[in-house]
DNA sequence: GCCGTTTTCGGCCCGACTGTTTTCAGTCG
């Protein structure tokens, strides 16, 4: 059983108990758990196997033993007792904004167990009838139910990034705003992004919100006050704005950055010390009452807890408190750090523009060099170079060095790792390229065996300098190929090969978890973007935050080294 | 159900907003 079907069933517990009303921190308990199944490097299995299952942080005895029981057997009878008791739409429902457990349980005790009923059940105007529900949540139900059947989705950090760009934007343009900061999940870089969240300081509020909920690429108005506004816009996506006053807006964008985790482990941490965080500062607790310790910068409200401020990207309760407190968080890699790409096409495969133009596009970035990487042979719907082909690209790599003087240019390949293993181009073929990445672009469905022992045979080939994004993922579209990352990363770390972190926001692949498993094991990294036309290069600061997800440094990642000693450090380098 | 610079028992982040209410429950972030 994979990591991600146990935390689902754990999920669904946790959702469960709460309609039935049980504690709200066993509830808790179980949605913990699901997320922490769910951000582990490698198997529960292979965890298990360890004996380490108990070390998990909020693992206990009862949650182990039903761990152990899923690995097993597959089943868990507690959980289906569970599912005994409800519908299975219930889950549906808590999908619904503005439903929640205690609506739901009303729901069920009324008769109405499927959506399609409950949008009938509204539109009737039977459900005001029941005790604690009215006219209004009539309405707010049914708008629930057309959201999700219209949008739904999260989108990827690419797509809320460039709203959030476009919002930030046209509210500078037209609005006398001071401070301003996009929040939330957006600002930790998560992968995906549910809505945007915007924060503002200005001596008139009300204009900020008129230019707001003003703006073109707004759709409906869902609440518009003095400082508080919220839209849907064409994109599909929520934004939310808050103006705040100057003094507080550290503590808000903190508190709204989150993430939740993150903040319940560090008010938590604070309460110890008998100081109350919040989004308007942070405030010592005394007898007397409250002294304020500050708020204006996210840096007064750690400080005031002893901590030295943390990047968003680290917020997620994976031990940042800890190390903050032990004084070892990492220095994690900058985006000015990056001095090279080592993925990209070209016209010679399946890209837009011609190594001259992404070399001199890559110049303009401030970067030093780059790897044209395009694609090989059996690589047909994306033009893969033939053999045939190779000297006249070289000739045109060479005509390029002349052409865009100032920045190296490697000549690569992205090789495809066929379904045995082998490598789409011959070794004597591999030993001509400066740079070689190999890549699986083909039988995604393999079983996970196969597939693992497949990469690790491309990897134990002497002329592999990289992993191409490592399981083939496209986010909300593919999933991963079934592959055994822990294994590939340590076959990776025996041979000495480097690992993508492919920056492209829809791949992101290596994913921040594994980034931070990679660096536990000593593999080196690369972040590069795969670009298949100039104007994408600048997305390599996706793959940036992704890394700095998986807490990684500047040392940990190839493409920060000068070109001289890039060439050093690839595997061919050491031959 | 988990956990321990108060604790092996008694806690478990904090506040805003909304709607349905006569003082609060539910939901959200």
Redesign the pocket.
């Known amino acids: 059983m994979t990591n991600r079907e146990i935390a689902r069933i754990f999920s669904e517990i946790g959702l469960m108990l709460e309609v039935k009303g049980e504690?709200v921190?066993?509830v808790?308990?179980?949605e913990r758990?699901a997320d922490l199944v769910l951000s582990l490097p490698e198997p529960l299995a292979t965890i298990r196997a360890r004996g380490e299952l108990?070390q998990?942080?909020?693992?206990?005895?009862?949650?182990?033993q039903k761990i152990e029981q899923l690995l097993d057997s597959g089943a868990l009878p507690?959980y289906e007792g569970l599912r005994q008791e409800f519908p299975p739409t219930v889950f549906e429902f808590?999908k619904?904004?503005?439903?929640?457990?205690?609506?739901?349980k009303?729901l069920l005790e009324a008769g109405i167990t499927t959506v399609e009923q409950l949008e009938h059940a509204a539109q009737a105007g039977q459900l005001?009838t029941m005790?604690?529900?009215?006219?209004?949540?009539?309405?707010?139900i049914l708008r629930?139910i057309g959201q999700i059947k219209s949008f739904g989705q999260r989108a990827t950090l690419g797509v809320a990034s460039d709203l959030a760009e476009t919002i930030v934007g046209h509210l500078r343009a037209c609005a006398p705003v001071e401070q301003m900061e996009a929040a939330?999940s957006l600002r930790r870089a998560k992968e995906s992004v549910?809505?945007i969240?915007i924060l503002v300081t200005s001596d008139r509020p009300e204009e900020v919100m008129d230019c707001f909920v003003h703006m073109e690429i707004v759709s409906e108005v869902i609440?518009h006050?003095p400082?508080?506004s919220m839209v849907m816009t064409t994109a599909g996506m929520?934004a939310?704005i808050r103006v705040v006053p100057p003094e507080s807006f550290g503590a808000a964008l903190q508190?709204?950055t989150?993430s939740?985790e993150h903040?319940?482990?560090l008010?938590?941490f604070?309460?110890?010390?008998k100081i109350?965080?919040?989004?308007?500062g942070a405030?010592k607790v005394t007898a007397k009452g409250e002294k304020r310790l500050g708020g204006a910068t996210e840096e007064e409200m750690y400080a005031a807890v002893g901590l030295p401020w943390m990047p968003p990207e680290l917020r997620e309760d994976q031990g940042e408190i800890e190390a903050a407190r032990e004084g070892r968080l990492p220095k994690l890699i900058e985006l000015s750090d990056i001095r090279g790409d080592l993925q990209m096409h070209s016209t010679w495969s399946d890209g837009h523009h011609t190594v001259e133009e992404m070399a001199r596009a890559a110049k303009a970035l401030g970067y030093a060099y780059i790897a044209v990487t395009d694609h090989s042979p059996s690589q047909t719907i994306a033009n893969g170079v033939p053999v045939a082909n190779l000297a006249r690209r070289l000739a045109e790599i060479e005509a390029a060095r002349k052409a865009a003087p100032g920045i190296a240019i490697l000549n690569g390949t992205e090789v495809d790792i066929k379904r045995d293993g082998s490598l789409d181009y011959p070794d004597e073929v591999l030993a001509q390229f400066d740079f070689v990445i190999a890549s699986v672009h083909s039988g995604w469905k393999m079983e996970e065996g196969a597939m693992t022992a497949r990469i690790i045979k491309a990897l134990e080939n002497p002329w592999v300098d990289a992993l191409g994004h490592p399981t083939g993922r496209i986010i909300g579209q593919r999933e991963p190929y079934a592959v055994d990352i822990d294994a590939v990363l340590r076959a990776a770390a025996k041979h000495g090969v480097a690992v993508e972190i492919n920056a492209y926001p829809d791949r992101l692949d290596l994913k921040d978890v594994h980034a931070r498993h990679a660096k536990s094991l000593g593999v080196k990294l690369l972040i590069n973007t795969d670009a298949h036309a100039a104007d994408q290069l600048p997305l390599m600061r996706f793959g940036v935050a992704t890394a700095r997800r998986g807490w990684i440094e500047k040392g940990e990642v190839l493409n920060t080294l000068t070109v001289r000693e890039l060439v050093k450090r690839l595997r061919r380098g050491r031959r």
Request: proline residues 3%; glycine residues 16%; without cysteine.
């Open positions: 504690n921190f066993k808790r308990t179980y758990l108990r998990l942080q909020g693992v206990g005895d009862s949650t182990a507690y808590l619904i904004p503005g439903v929640g457990p205690k609506t739901v009303l005001r005790r604690g529900l009215g006219e209004k949540s009539e309405q707010d629930g939330g549910g809505d969240d609440a006050g400082t508080k929520q939310d508190y709204f989150g939740k903040n319940i482990k008010r938590d604070a309460v110890r010390q109350k965080l919040n989004e308007y405030f």
